[in-house]
T-cell receptor
Framework: DAGITQSPRHKVTETGTPVTLRCHQT?????MYWYRQDPGHGLRLIHY???????DKGEVSDGYSVSRSKTEDFLLTLESATSSQTSVYFC????????????FGPGTRLTVT | GQQLNQSPQSMFIQEGEDVSMNCTSS?????WLWYKQDPGEGPVLLIA?????ELTSNGRLTAQFGITRKDSFLNISASIPSDVGIYFC???????????FGSGTQVVVTP
């Protein structure tokens, strides 16, 4: 199994509060991705990173920001959480764009009340 | 954006039966991936396909990259209880390694 951990695994927070989710990898893979998973929508890309300090938006990036200051860590921040951001969040990594197999972390279940 | 249509949405099968599911797209993909997700866990990669017409097996699983490059198929032979889960297809959308995922096929196996 790829060495990917996510923290926290579960979080309940109130509307309007900031939340940061962490993804940590031990594989030294260049690419990292944040997805959200909601019933009926499959996995949707929020943001991705193609190197330290290199990030870009995905399909559903509104209300989210990311940072990557080290190869192994990719942080997802909800600046002011809303109930529509209640979801399960997955981090994924891949070695390079020409080898697009992505390996997923265990997920973080976030509930915004 | 590109749409991936995955069917069926769910299937109830008896242990020992063979299972088939597919993904279709309005756009061409250069790579197709198939994942399985168990409850409460992240998706796990099953099979990767890189060439049109390619047929690849992983144990009882067989996946094919459609000739038109707009579809892919996954077959599970002789299903067993641990095949229960949600199966996702994904297509490579660009040179940054971004994937477009289908909405999943939920498989339930009854004894």
């Amino acid at each position: 199994d790829a060495g990917i951990t996510q923290s926290p695994r579960h979080k309940v927070t109130e509307t309007g509060t900031p939340v940061t989710l962490r993804c940590h990898q031990t594989e030294n893979h260049r690419y990292m991705y944040w997805y959200r998973q909601d019933p009926g929508h499959g996995l949707r890309l929020i943001h991705y990173s193609y190197g330290v300090k290199d990030t870009d938006k995905g399909e559903v990036s509104d209300g989210y920001s990311v940072s990557r200051s080290k190869t192994e860590d990719f942080l997802l921040t909800l600046e002011s959480a809303t109930s529509s951001q209640t979801s399960v969040y997955f981090c994924a990594i891949s070695e390079r764009a020409s080898k697009p197999e992505q390996y997923f972390g265990p997920g973080t279940r976030l509930t915004v009340t | 954006g590109q749409q991936l249509n995955q069917s069926p949405q769910s299937m109830f099968i008896q242990e020992g039966e063979d299972v088939s599911m597919n993904c279709t797209s309005s756009s061409i993909f250069n790579t197709w991936l198939w994942y399985k997700q168990d409850p409460g866990e992240g998706p796990v990669l099953l099979i990767a396909l890189y060439k049109a017409g390619e047929l690849t097996s992983n144990g009882r699983l067989t996946a094919q990259f459609g000739i038109t490059r707009k579809d892919s198929f996954l077959n599970i032979s002789a299903s067993i209880p641990s095949d229960v889960g949600i199966y996702f297809c994904a297509g490579l959308t660009d040179s940054w390694g971004k994937l477009q995922f289908g909405s999943g096929t939920q498989v339930v196996v009854t004894p």
